[in-house]
């Protein structure tokens, strides 16, 4: 065990560089915040800090059940149960939005662990087909065992695919680190070959993804577009948000072109309402119908965006996450964007 004063220095440690962050950001133009980034880098360094905390085992420890991050985590989560999420999909539902239900979790190291993982999935399955909801499931490929077995774990979600299929749902294969990313294809192209309703995420901030996409394409895949949320080197990804989301359009636009020939579901996962507008007016420039591909958002995010795209035609579903390991989770969402780093100085303070 560490000493007191050492963990109150590290929690200290945290909340000073959360407030340093807000700091820089706080009641700035976009041009005042490029600016700062390019002389000082402060929200790269934060960035860099929170997602090497989502990998501490110690530090989870020593916040996990800390009121006031519990308390913070709540906006993002409806609840570590399973219920919670599902009552959470019933009244999005009601509002005409619908969901996609993810338990966190992520690199088990044993195969025992990784079938328990398997067989929530399939209660959830169930669950969703029984009450019809308007919801689909996600998972991540290590949650699934990837890394202890991973003949088994292309078995468990060739089953959870058939699963999906068979309660009117569908199956998403998240994508992880860089260093996943080949697995993780070459798995979804091999559920693919054998199941419609399984779609696969891409991180517009990789250099590599649109060579990913265009290997994909021939498939008439359904991806979840998103800018990735891990830590990884230049070399890797783009640094810079300017850089990301121009990535990301040129992204869209190619799967914006496969959905205008009904060759693709594009979903663009992300809360960034200036990059959401480019792509209905680079779609609607297309002739893509704004019922024709979807955007996807977190839970407790953009809420009132959420139900207004609904309202205009746009296909929206919000992802849902619940369970016990949400600390890694909580900390990429930090990561982020600086109004859910300020949400937890708030309750610091």
């Given at each position: ?54 990998r501490s085992a110690w530090l989870a420890g020593q916040l996990r059940d800390r009121a006031f991050l519990r308390r913070a985590v709540r906006r993002f989560m409806p609840g570590e149960e399973l219920p919670a999420a599902l009552g959470a999909a019933v009244e999005l539902a ?103 309703r399984v779609g696969v995420c891409l991180q517009a901030y990789l250099r590599r993804t649109p060579a990913d996409l265009g290997a994909l394409l021939p498939f008439a895949p359904a991806i979840r577009l998103v800018k990735g949320a891990y830590n990884e080197p230049a070399t ?114």
């Open positions: 065990m560490r000493p007191r004063h050492v963990r109150a220095s590290h929690r200290n440690s945290i909340i000073l560089m959360i407030q340093l962050y807000h700091h820089q950001t706080a009641d700035a133009t976009p041009s005042v915040v490029a600016a700062r980034a390019v002389s000082c880098r402060p929200m790269s360094l934060a960035r860099r800090l929170l997602l090497r905390a989502s009601a509002l005409g939005i619908g969901s996609v239900l993810t338990q966190l979790g992520e690199q088990v190291a044993a195969r025992g662990e990784a079938a328990r993982v398997r067989d929530h999935y399939l209660d959830v399955l169930a669950q969703v087909g029984a009450r019809r909801l308007p919801a689909e499931i996600s998972v991540k490929l290590t949650h699934l065992g990837l890394d202890v077995d991973r003949a088994a774990c292309l078995a468990d979600v060739q089953v959870l695919a058939r699963a999906a299929a068979d309660a009117g749902s569908f199956l998403w294969i998240d994508m992880e680190e860089s260093r996943y990313v080949d697995a993780t294809l070459e798995l979804f192209r091999s559920v693919r070959s054998a199941h419609e890797m990804a783009y640094p810079s948000k300017r850089d990301v989301d121009a990535a990301y359009l040129v992204l869209a636009e190619r799967l914006l072109e496969r959905v205008a020939r009904r060759e693709a579901r594009a979903v663009f996962g992300t809360h960034d309402l200036a990059l959401v507008k480019r792509v209905r007016e680079r779609a609607t420039t297309l002739r893509v119908a704004p019922g024709s591909y979807e955007v996807h958002m977190l839970y407790g995010i953009r809420s009132p965006e959420q139900r207004a795209l609904a309202r205009e035609g746009v296909p929206v579903r919000v992802l849902i996450s619940y369970g016990t390991h949400w600390f890694p989770w909580y900390m990429r969402r930090l990561a982020e964007r600086p109004a859910n780093v300020w949400f937890v100085v708030r309750n610091l303070i």
